[in-house]
C-alpha cells in the first residue's frame, strides 16, 4: 500500500516542532493541492515538473508572495524526505524563489497611539482592563492571542517583564516599560478584582463573566477607541504591534533587540519594519527640508 508521504511529514513536524494548527493546515493545503494538480505522489516530482507547477500557479492568479509560501512549503517537505532517507534528492534545491512584492504595514503616529491610549474610561472595571491591555500591547508588541491568552504567572511587575509564550511554544521574555507596569500594577489592584472576584480566571485580561477574553472581543473594543479617539483609519490589535516595532526603530532601536522582543524567528520578517521607518524618514525629509 503506497505510503502517505504528506500525512507522515505533517505528523512528523507537528511532533518535532509544536506547529500551531493554522500553520498545519497552511503547509496541509499547499502540499494537497500541489499533488493534485500534479497527478501523482508529491514525493515522485520532478524540479522540472515543479516548476512547471510554480507556472501553472502563476497563470491562476497567485501571488508571487503566495508563490514563494507554496515554494517554502514544498522545500520543507522534501528535505524532510532526504534527511529521513526516504528521498535521494531535493527537487527543489535549484528553484529560485519567487521575490514577492514587499507589503509595508499599517502603522499609528504616536499621536494617535496617545490619544488611543486615553480611549477607555479608567474609572470602571472594565476600562480599567481596556486600558491596561492597549498599554501592554504598544509596550511589548505581543501578538493579540498572546495579550489575550496571558496568564497571571507570566506578569512580573517588579521585574517589569512578562514571559510570553509565542508561536512554536517559543517562550520569550519582554520588557513592558514603566508606564505599562503602573496601569498593569493598579488594574490588577482595582479593576481585575471586580472583574474575577472569585479568582477562577488564570488570565491576566478576564471578561465581564469572569473567563478570559477572545480576540474578537478585543479586537471590536479596540475599534470603538478608535472612533472615540478620533482615528478614521482602520486599526486592529496588531496595528498597535506594527506601531511598536516602527516607533522603536524609529528611535534608533537595534533590529535584532525589536526582533526578539516581537518573537520572529528569522530576521528578514522584522526587516519589514526598517521599510516602515525609513519611509517615515523620507516624508519627514520632504515635509521639513528646505529642499525637500
Known amino acids: 500500500m503506497q505510503v502517505d508521504e504528506i500525512k507522515r511529514y505533517l505528523d512528523e513536524v507537528y511532533l518535532e516542532r509544536g506547529l500551531a494548527k493554522a500553520t498545519l ?11 493534485a494538480m500534479l497527478g501523482q505522489p508529491l ?3 520532478k524540479p522540472s515538473e515543479l516548476l512547471a507547477l510554480l507556472g501553472r500557479f502563476s ?4 501571488s508571487a508572495r503566495s508563490s514563494a509560501r507554496l515554494l517554502s512549503s514544498w522545500r520543507g517537505f522534501f528535505r524532510h524526505l532526504v534527511d529521513r532517507g526516504r528521498l535521494a534528492a531535493d527537487p527543489t534545491r535549484d528553484l ?5 512584492g514587499r507589503h509595508l504595514p499599517h502603522s499609528l503616529s504616536e499621536a494617535n497611539v496617545v490619544a488611543l491610549l486615553a480611549a477607555p474610561d479608567a474609572q470602571t472595571p472594565v476600562g480599567q482592563r481596556d486600558r491596561a491591555m492597549l498599554e501592554l500591547l504598544y509596550a511589548t508588541g505581543l501578538r493579540v ?11 512580573n511587575l517588579r521585574q517589569g517583564v512578562v514571559r510570553v509564550t ?3 511554544a517559543k517562550e520569550r521574555l519582554v520588557p513592558m516599560g514603566q508606564a505599562a507596569a503602573e496601569m498593569l500594577g493598579s488594574y490588577l489592584q482595582h479593576g481585575r478584582k471586580e472583574l474575577d472576584p472569585n479568582g477562577q480566571c488564570d488570565a491576566v485580561f478576564p471578561s465581564r463573566r469572569g473567563s478570559a477574553m477572545t480576540r474578537q472581543n478585543f479586537w471590536y ?17 496588531h496595528t498597535l504591534r506594527h506601531a511598536f516595532a516602527t516607533h522603536l526603530l524609529n528611535h534608533g532601536a ?27 524618514l523620507k516624508s519627514l525629509h520632504e515635509a521639513h527640508h528646505p529642499r525637500g
Open 25 to 35: 493546515s497552511a503547509y496541509s493545503s499547499d502540499l494537497r493541492k500541489s499533488e
Open 43 to 45: 514525493e515522485t516530482a
Open 59 to 62: 497563470q491562476q492568479g497567485r
Open 96 to 100: 529560485a524563489h519567487p521575490r514577492p
Open 145 to 155: 492571542s498572546e495579550l489575550v491568552g496571558l496568564p497571571l504567572t507570566a506578569v
Open 166 to 168: 509565542g508561536k512554536g
Open 221 to 237: 473594543a479596540i475599534k470603538r477607541y478608535a472612533v472615540s479617539a478620533g482615528i478614521s483609519t482602520d486599526i486592529s490589535p
Open 254 to 280: 537595534d533590529l535584532r533587540a525589536v526582533q526578539l522582543m516581537l518573537g520572529h524567528s528569522d530576521l528578514s520578517t522584522t526587516q519589514i519594519y526598517t521599510h516602515v521607518a525609513q519611509a517615515r
